[in-house]
């Protein structure tokens, strides 16, 4: 056994339903279980040195080259939790800190961790059935325009709380592979419309009522926490990534709507997560604490092998309006959302049908092209129907959004640059180059005779060899005449410069592009440089960006 990684769960996560500790560790085969028994047994007898009743928890992993070793600890002292379970796979591996030097050295580090007061105070918050928040920068109670945020160490005792103060706000969890950020903007500006002031959290930062006051990844339980925190914010929705899923679990033990867009292969391997059915288990804990309802994608097979799995009441949408699965959620007396084969988005309840918007009036679906987008539609409406939205506001949004590129930078943005077509778009795995196909097809469709497709494309160092090649396929398939491989500096992730860039070349060519057409950029604005310098009036020049998704790289004009 050897340790990989040593983590704090601050929330619900895949292994326990609270707040734990948790390490990744490599399994030597034929000798696993022996390790993992020793691991238990250490584990057990420290916390019962400290005082605490452990019960360990083991998630073997797919391949067998390893686990996940976890056990629930309090809130407060996670970091002390985190040092048990490292000497207790010490122990496993043969280390020789003895029990009682051990747990001397970890009462020590839990008393100096812990935080009673505020213990006390989010107790007294769980039997008012209130929201809380804490980490290092405090306790709070209550959620946005109704939060109350105090120092950890100076909370103040629950007979002193001005609870009548305190409560939730609207919130909504949205995750999955594909369409995360461009529903939670178009949910956001759906609440918007009923005259909420809403805070969003996206891979792009955090957004309140259309004001980014924190740029970059914002996917993550910190940022979320962060937002919620705020006094200027009464509605929220909370983009929540896989990685933070993993590495420190849900901010929250309950939304009132939680979506789930889709589940597909991107980032297995990570974590401990090699399967798609385990990727679906991480994104399902989103939907397991939604209250109203959960929102799910009916195109993502993972998703519809796990119907009537959740406590929520189920409401299915599909871009297909042949969908099965929606056929028989109607036929049970479900609520669905879906595209008519007349091009129109519809809520179904049972036998009712209703009729929202015409995907001509919806500029984000591109009349109809952009079927992922579609789905993101039609995942939003459900979810802001869950929040009381009504349709005349629905219909409003859906006719407004798109329509500028600050309504959802970064996704299939398009721009007239001396002449070249240039669509900008974040698409980077399997899934997403799939939806592209058809509005790069459509693109190059309408440019001129002898017009040329260029493409630039570039990848984290954390995918595959085998998931290199398959994007590289994928892109091929849509026939460009010249491709713009770049490095991803700040995403090496373990890769040597330039390793991923000639993975991606050796792909294009043995896919037939040809190899003076296949040329090199340092990184993103490189790339974007070079293929404007190249490019001709006429052209479509489609950039799948990675990093910068603003549109910033492009020049005015």
């Known amino acids: 056994m050897e340790l990989l990684d040593s983590r704090r769960l601050t929330g619900k996560n895949l292994l326990v339903p609270g707040s734990a500790a948790v390490a990744d560790v490599a399994l030597t085969p034929g000798e696993d279980e022996a390790a993992l028994t020793r691991w238990r047994t250490a584990v057990v007898e420290l916390g019962a040195a400290l005082g605490w009743a452990i ?12 686990a996940s070793l976890a056990f629930a600890a309090p809130t407060d002292t996670l970091y002390a939790a985190t040092e048990i379970n490292e000497w207790a796979i010490a122990q496993a591996c043969g280390g020789s800190e003895a029990l009682v030097d051990a747990s001397t050295r970890i009462a020590a580090a839990i008393a100096g961790e812990r935080r009673p007061r505020a213990m006390a105070l989010i107790e007294a918050a769980r039997a008012r059935g209130l929201p809380w928040l804490f980490d290092e920068d405090g306790v709070t109670i209550g959620l946005g325009a109704r939060s109350r945020t105090w120092p950890s160490a100076e909370a103040p005792d629950p007979s002193d709380v001005a609870w009548s103060e305190l409560g939730t706000i609207p919130l909504v969890a949205v995750t999955g592979t594909n369409g995360k950020t461009t529903t939670v903007r178009l949910l956001a500006r759906m609440l918007a419309t009923t005259g909420a002031h809403p805070g969003y959290t996206s891979t792009d930062g955090i957004v309140v009522a259309d004001e980014t006051v924190e740029g970059g990844d914002c996917t993550g339980p910190g940022a979320a926490r962060r937002l919620l925190r705020r006094g200027d914010v009464d509605a929220a929705v909370l983009e929540t990534a896989r990685g933070g899923l993993l590495r420190r679990g849900l901010v929250l033990d309950a939304t009132d709507v939680s979506v789930v867009t889709n589940v597909s292969d991107d980032h297995l391997g990570q974590w401990g997560i090699q399967t798609i059915e385990e990727l679906a288990d991480v994104k399902c804990t989103v939907a397991s604490i939604a209250d109203r309802r959960v929102v799910l994608g009916a195109d993502s097979s993972p998703l519809w092998r796990r119907r009537g799995s959740f406590c929520a009441p189920e409401v299915w949408f599909s871009a297909d ?75 409003t949004c859906l006719q407004e959004f798109g329509r500028k590129p600050d309504d959802n930078p970064g996704r299939n943005e398009q721009f007239n640059v001396s002449g070249v077509t ?136």
């Open 321 to 395: 309006f042949n969908s099965q699965l929606i056929r028989e959620h109607l036929a049970s007396g479900g609520e669905a959302w879906w595209a008519s084969e007349h091009g129109e988005i519809v809520r179904g309840v049972g036998p009712r049908r209703n009729v929202i918007a015409s995907l001509a009036a919806i500029p984000l679906t591109i009349g109809g092209i952009a079927r992922h987008n579609v789905a993101n539609v039609l995942g939003a409406c459900a979810a802001a129907r869950g929040l009381g939205v009504g349709d005349e506001h629905l219909r």
């Open 422 to 557: 240039v669509l900008l778009d974040f698409a980077h795995n399997l899934d997403g180059l799939a939806l592209e196909a058809p509005i790069v097809a459509a693109l190059r469709a309408r440019a001129p005779t002898g017009a040329r497709l260029i493409i630039s494309f570039g990848m984290a160092g954390d995918r595959s060899d085998e998931m290199l090649v398959r994007l590289a396929d994928a892109i091929a398939a849509m026939g460009p005449d010249r491709v713009i491989v770049r490095e991803q500096p700040e995403y090496l992730r373990g890769r040597a410069p330039g390793e991923v860039p000639r993975i991606l070349h050796r792909a294009f060519a043995a896919r037939g592009v040809a190899d003076d057409a296949i040329v090199h950029a340092d990184d993103e604005p490189s790339a974007v440089r070079v293929g404007l310098a190249d490019a001709r009036a006429g052209d479509v020049f489609v950039v799948f960006a990675h990093t910068d998704r603003s549109g910033n790289l492009l020049p005015s004009g």
């Open 55 to 66: 019960v360990p928890v083991v998630r073997i992993w797919h391949d067998r080259l390893g």
